[in-house]
């Protein structure tokens, strides 16, 4: 019997583990920082549930040049800011998704909503503003 790989399974499954390992190991809160030219902020809002499946909503916003806690982006009330450092650069699907000398950050209204943020399955559970790439001072 051949099996099958559902590619939105093992594309969650990567997000997630990839999201623990930031939440619960080397994780950095910051207060704010300056977008490059580069970086990306993505809008990941909570998974709605249908019938028969689940979808994430996401959508690009534009670039603000800082961002910082206290302000407000896509109607999230930025009070958290979790950013994690990466050795190497990562791709799944054609998409990079880690840089090698910089930092992924996620946004949200608080440290237990980022932490919190995907669950197990890989379901949304509270909206977040995801930035990549992103370069901090050290």
């Known amino acids: 019997m051949k099996k099958t790989i559902d590619f939105f399974s093992v594309f969650t499954a990567i997000l997630t583990s990839l999201f623990l390992s930031v939440a619960y190991g ?9 977008t490059s030219n580069d970086t990306k902020v993505d809008y990941i809002g909570k998974t709605s549930f249908g ?3 689940s979808t994430p909503m996401k ?3 534009s670039r603000p040049q800082i961002i910082r806690k206290g302000q407000t982006i896509n109607g ?3 009070n958290a800011i979790l950013c994690t450092y990466h050795d190497s650069d990562s791709f799944y699907g054609g998409i990079q ?3 090698k000398g910089r930092y992924s950050c996620m ?3 608080s440290k237990t909503q980022l932490i919190t943020a995907i669950d197990s399955n890989g379901n949304k559970m509270h909206d977040y503003l995801a930035i990549v790439p992103v370069s901090l001072k050290k």
Not at 26 to 34: K, L
């Open 51 to 53: 019938f028969f499946t």
């Open 26 to 34: 080397g994780e950095i809160y910051v207060d704010g920082f300056i």
């Open 97 to 99: 998704f880690m840089w």
């Open 76 to 78: 999230i009330k930025i």
């Open 59 to 61: 959508k690009e916003l």
């Open 107 to 109: 946004a949200g209204r």
